[in-house]
């Protein structure tokens, strides 16, 4: 299909017909999700769940790409479905219109084969890494907060998220509450989570497994630290 064309130097066809026949849930249609979502939806990962029970509000209009003056006090995951009809109208995006937490977690992760947080909850994080556990599914963590972030990938019984956020120091939100969220942070590391999902269902190339990538563009340090 001409619509991936400029994929074929870089993936094969098989790899796009991979991708076509693919389940990617993203949890979260915010800053993260909403440009993962839209990197999925071009690249044609074909069926891709996205789980957000919030409204954009105009607050979200520095940043997330799909909220614009028009869709102010709409729902984020619905949005998000209704734009990508219009990027890629081949693939499915199911729209989930609830919060995810430990009541529903099993229910809404189950069937994919890779889950990615674009969350800005500590507590609904360590969740998801441990359903995707329960489930045997990787997941792609990301997180932002002033001119920083981190992605790490995450496959069962890995509990990276356990040393990035101990027990005894966790807060119920990051350090974007603290430090804000410019504009340009949110596209870099989503689109390195979107490679590191990729990476998974093509099952090619080295992951950021059991490593974490801490990215500094005040300072332009990429730094890659093990576990």
Same mark, same amino acid.
């Given at each position: 299909m001409k619509r991936y064309l400029k994929n074929m130097n870089a993936l094969s066809v +098989?790899? *796009?017909e991979k991708l076509n026949s693919s389940k990617v849930c993203v949890i979260g249609c915010g800053g993260? =999700?909403?440009? @993962? *979502?839209?990197m999925l939806g071009?690249? =044609?990962v074909g069926y891709i769940t996205a789980i957000d029970g919030d409204v954009f509000d105009? %607050? !979200?209009l520095n940043r997330q790409i799909v909220s614009h003056v028009? !869709? *102010? =006090? &709409?729902? +984020?995951?619905e949005e998000t479905k209704n734009r990508m009809k219009l990027v890629n109208p081949h693939i499915h995006v199911e729209a989930v +219109? %609830? &919060?995810l937490d430990n009541s529903n977690a099993t229910t809404l992760l189950k069937d994919h084969n890779v889950i990615v947080d674009a969350l800005d909850s500590i507590k609904t994080r360590i969740i998801v890494q441990s $359903?995707? $556990?329960k489930l045997n599914i990787p997941m792609v963590h990301g997180a932002i907060g002033g001119f920083y972030g981190q992605v790490t990938t @995450? #496959?069962? !019984?890995? +509990? %990276?998220?356990? #040393?990035?956020y101990p027990e005894n120091s966790r807060v119920d939100k990051g350090v974007e509450e603290e430090l804000g969220n410019p504009s340009f942070i949110p596209p870099l590391v989503a689109s390195i989570q979107v490679a590191e999902v990729i990476k998974i269902l093509i099952n090619r190339g080295d992951l950021l497994r059991k490593k974490v990538l801490f990215i500094d563009v005040l300072n332009n340090n990429f730094d890659l630290v093990k576990f």
């Open positions: +098989k790899e *796009i993260l =999700g909403g440009y @993962i *979502i839209e071009r690249i =044609g105009e %607050t !979200n028009e !869709n *102010i =006090g &709409m729902g +984020k995951a +219109k %609830t &919060m $359903t995707s $556990t @995450i #496959f069962p !019984n890995d +509990k %990276t998220l356990d #040393f990035l």
